[in-house]
C-alpha cells in the first residue's frame, strides 16, 4: 500500500526546505499547504512567540473512523541543525545522501514523510483507525523546546510513537536525564610581560578545573563534557573572565546529580587554589554557576501497551524489534513526564548532524508500513 515514489519524492522536496531551530517558518508553510489538500484539521501553537521562533508547533488532528481503535500519537520535528543551506539530496541507489557540504536533514524530515505517507495510505484505502493527533514540533534540536511548551490538555492520545531514531529494529524505551550548565568565572587581569604575578587567570583557573574532571563515559548509563570555552581579550592581558558551558546525562537522576556537584566542586576547589595576597590584598577569582535540569529521564517498560503495541506491529511485517537504550533525549522525554506512554521508533537516518548524512529509502518504507501496522494492531489495545 505504500507508495515508494510518493514518499521519497515528498522527503526530497522537504529537505530542500532549510528549517534550522527557531527558522522552520518555511517548512510549516509548505506542511500546511500538505495538510489543506488532504483535508487534514491543524493548528499551530504560540510556541514560536514563546521561544522567539518564526512558528509554533503544528497539531493535527484526523477524527476516529472506529471507536474500537485507541487515540494514537505520531510526531516527528521540523527544524534540522546546520550546515543546511541549498541541501542538494543525491540519489544512489536505494540510498539518499547529502552532497557532502551540508546535511541531509533526514533527522527529522524522514519521519515527518512517513507520517504523511501513512496519513495518505489510510485515506486511499478507507482503513479503520482511532483519533489521530500528529505533532510537527518545533526547536527540538536547541533543547526539546516545542515538546516542552505544548498544550497536551488539547491531546487526545494516551500513546505515542516519536519517529526520531536510525535503527529501524529497534524500539527506544529508555532515554537519559541532563543537566545543562554555564560556568563563569572572573580572575583579575594585569599585563602578562609586566606583572603577571599580580593577576589571576581566569582561563588557568578553568584549565586546571576542567583537568580535574571526571568526563566522558562514565558508566555504562553516565555521561559528561564540556561543550564551549570563550574568554581572553588579548595576549598581553591576564584574562580576567571566562565562559563555559557543559552537560552531565544519566539513567539515574542520583548519578546526575552527583555528577553535576563534582563538576562544580572542580571549579570551586580551584578557586580556593588560587586564591593569594598581592600588596597586601587578598585577591581570589569569583565563580558562578547556573545549572538546569533540561529533560527528565525516560524508562518505558518492555511490558507497557506502547512497547507491546509497537513489538507486535513490527512482528506483523517480519521485523524484530528490540529495545534500545539511547544516549540523548528526544521529545519521547517530554511526552512521557506530561503523561502520555512514548517510546521512539527509527526512521533509517544515517550519520545524522554531519554532512555524510544519508537514509535507505528502503528503511523509510518500513517506517511507514510499521506506522499503518500499529494502527491497525492497536484495536487490540482497546480504546
Given at each position: 500500500?505504500?507508495n ?26 509548505y ?16 510556541v ?56 541531509l ?66 524500539i ?10 554555564t ?24 584549565s ?5 574532571m ?7 548509563e ?75 529521564v525516560m ?54 548532524h ?19 501496522a ?10
Amino acid at each position: 500500500m505504500v507508495n515508494k515514489d510518493r514518499l521519497v519524492n515528498e522527503f526530497l522536496a522537504l529537505v530542500k526546505i532549510e528549517g534550522l531551530s527557531k527558522q522552520e517558518g518555511k517548512v510549516a508553510k509548505y506542511l500546511s499547504g500538505i495538510l489543506d489538500s488532504m483535508g487534514i484539521e491543524y493548528y499551530v501553537d504560540q510556541v514560536g512567540d514563546i521561544i522567539g521562533g518564526e512558528t509554533g508547533n503544528m497539531i493535527a488532528s484526523i477524527p476516529a473512523t472506529d471507536t474500537k481503535f485507541p487515540a494514537l500519537l505520531f510526531s516527528s520535528h521540523m527544524d534540522t541543525v546546520g550546515p543546511a543551506t541549498g541541501i542538494n539530496p543525491i540519489m544512489d541507489g536505494d540510498i539518499i545522501r547529502s552532497d557532502g557540504t551540508t546535511i541531509l536533514g533526514a533527522d527529522d524530515k524522514s519521519g515527518i514523510a512517513a507520517i504523511l505517507e501513512c496519513l495518505r495510505v489510510l485515506a486511499e484505502n478507507k482503513l479503520p483507525h482511532g483519533h489521530i493527533n500528529i505533532v510537527f514540533d518545533v526547536a527540538e534540536e536547541i533543547g526539546l523546546l516545542g515538546a516542552k511548551h505544548l498544550d497536551y490538555s488539547k491531546l487526545k492520545a494516551k500513546m505515542a510513537f516519536v519517529l526520531d531514531n536510525s535503527d529501524i529494529d529497534k524500539i527506544t524505551n529508555r532515554a537519559p536525564s541532563a543537566n545543562r550548565m554555564t560556568y563563569e568565572i572572573r580572575g583579575v587581569e594585569r599585563h602578562a610581560g609586566m606583572e603577571p604575578e599580580k593577576g589571576i587567570s581566569a582561563i588557568e583557573v578553568a584549565s586546571q578545573a576542567i583537568a580535574a574532571m571526571k568526563l566522558g563515559r562514565l558508566d555504562h548509563e553516565t555521561t559528561a563534557n564540556i561543550g564551549t570555552i570563550e574568554g581572553g581579550r588579548a595576549t598581553n592581558i591576564v584574562a580576567n573572565y571566562v565562559k563555559i558551558t557543559a552537560e552531565a546525562r544519566s539513567h539515574d537522576e542520583a548519578k546526575l546529580s552527583a555528577q553535576s556537584d563534582h563538576m562544580k566542586q572542580c571549579f570551586l576547589d580551584q578557586i580556593e587554589k588560587f586564591t593569594k595576597v598581592v600588596d597586601g590584598k587578598t585577591i581570589t577569582p569569583t565563580f558562578l554557576e547556573d545549572r538546569h535540569h533540561d529533560f527528565a529521564v525516560m524508562h518505558v517498560a518492555e511490558s507497557s501497551p506502547t512497547y507491546q503495541l509497537a513489538k507486535r506491529a513490527g512482528a506483523k511485517i517480519g521485523i524484530h524489534l528490540t529495545p534500545k537504550t539511547a544516549g540523548g533525549g528526544t521529545d519521547g522525554n517530554i511526552y512521557n513526564l506530561n503523561g502520555i506512554e512514548t517510546v521512539v521508533i527509527g526512521t533509517g537516518m544515517t550519520n545524522a548532524h554531519t554532512v555524510k548524512e544519508c537514509i535507505k529509502i528502503q528503511d523509510m518504507v518500513d517506517c511507514t508500513r510499521l506506522l499503518l501496522a500499529i494502527i491497525a494492531e492497536s484495536e487490540q489495545f482497546g480504546n
